[in-house]
Nanobody, 122 residues
């Protein structure tokens, strides 16, 4: 298990960009698959993007072509670059980590961050 801290959220206008960071404590970060989830009020938690231990990525259809997930193992950090933001991207964004990719994509892994709020206004 690792401790995760998200940062980089804020308020931005429609069409703008933000870069979120998820920084982990501990020495096992490179063995972790990492997912970015988001949760909007009244909606189910949604997996937005995932990056595996060997750098493979996958995205929800709603963000493909706009969001990019990447990782820097030397800094124990995963990033989510969000471009062309829409009002419907407004949510709390959380990162989720586990050695098991299956557990990450099913949101049953060991480690969650506290989340960072992203608000996209028109």
């Amino acid at each position: 298990q690792v401790q995760l801290v998200e940062s980089g959220g804020g308020e931005v206008q429609v069409g703008g960009s933000l870069r979120l960071s998820c920084t982990a404590s501990g020495s096992s970060f490179s063995k972790m698959n990492i997912g970015w989830y988001r949760q909007a009020p009244g909606k189910q938690r949604e997996l937005v993007a995932v990056i595996t231990t060997d750098g493979k990525t996958n995205y929800a259809d709603s963000v493909k072509g706009r969001f990019t997930i990447s990782r820097d193992n030397a800094k124990n950090t995963v990033y989510l670059q969000m471009n062309s933001l829409k009002a419907e991207d407004t949510a709390v964004y959380l990162c989720h980590a586990d050695p098991s990719l299956l557990d990450v994509v099913s949101s049953t892994g060991a480690s969650w961050g506290q989340g960072t709020q992203v608000t996209v206004s028109s």
